[in-house]
């Protein structure tokens, strides 16, 4: 048997225990509050990204650290499948080539990572999906400008207010939360009930 912690260790142990209730009872509040302010924008979200598939466009998806794995997990779900079988779906997350992202911050600017890819990358019909807990991150704003100004669609992931990424999304799901964890928890609740409706879509459409 292991050795008793003592009463001090006992202490510390029902902090924690207090500390990770805490934590879910906020994460909880949050994706409720979440659900109040977004479940009629995360429909609309999905309608672009529908019709892109059907016009055959695809998705550009980019974020930085957390926000860069949501994106590659997004594609990984659109690309792959989520929960249903269908054909697969044009997903591109531009946070995964290293020769291209550290060349394009080397020979520019860190925060022309995402736009120079867009500029080389989307097509007529594409929707730009940018992710950032603040709504900030210069790259991820100059990604959504760069999509904007070549006629795509765009949809921003952020924290309340969604920051300056506000104003460059045709559809903004900014979680009404402060923390980047709880939102970054939001967000992965919003972007898999997006990748169900998609892959409905596409489901019903073969």
Same mark, same amino acid.
């Given at each position: ?6 009463? =001090? ?12 209730? =805490? ?22 979200? !999905? ?105 795509? =669609? ?9 920051? =300056?990424?506000? !104003? ?39």
């Amino acid at each position: 048997m292991p050795p008793s912690l003592g009463a =001090k260790g006992h202490a510390m142990g029902e902090d924690m225990t207090g500390r990770v209730r =805490k934590r879910f009872e906020e994460a909880l509040a949050t994706i409720r509050l979440t659900d109040e302010h977004l479940a009629g924008r995360v429909v609309q979200a !999905a309608g672009l990204i529908i019709e892109a598939h059907r016009s055959g466009g695809g998705v550009l998806l980019f974020g930085n650290g957390g926000s860069a794995a949501d994106a590659q997990h997004i594609a990984g779900e659109l690309v792959g499948r989520f929960q249903r079988e269908r054909r697969a779906l044009r997903a591109v997350a531009l946070t995964t080539d290293s020769s291209v992202l550290t060349s394009i911050a080397n020979d520019y600017d860190f925060r022309r990572v995402f736009a120079r890819q867009i500029e080389g990358l989307a097509r007529p019909g594409d929707v730009a999906v940018g992710l950032s807990t603040s709504g900030n991150s210069p790259s991820v704003v100059e990604g959504l400008a760069a999509a904007r100004r070549m006629g795509l =669609k765009t949809v921003a992931f952020t924290g309340a207010g969604g920051g =300056k990424c506000a !104003a460059l999304a045709d559809v903004l799901l900014d979680v009404p939360a402060r923390p980047a964890a709880r939102v970054q928890e939001a967000h992965a609740v919003l972007y898999h009930v997006l990748c169900e409706l998609v892959e409905d879509a596409a489901a019903e459409a073969e």
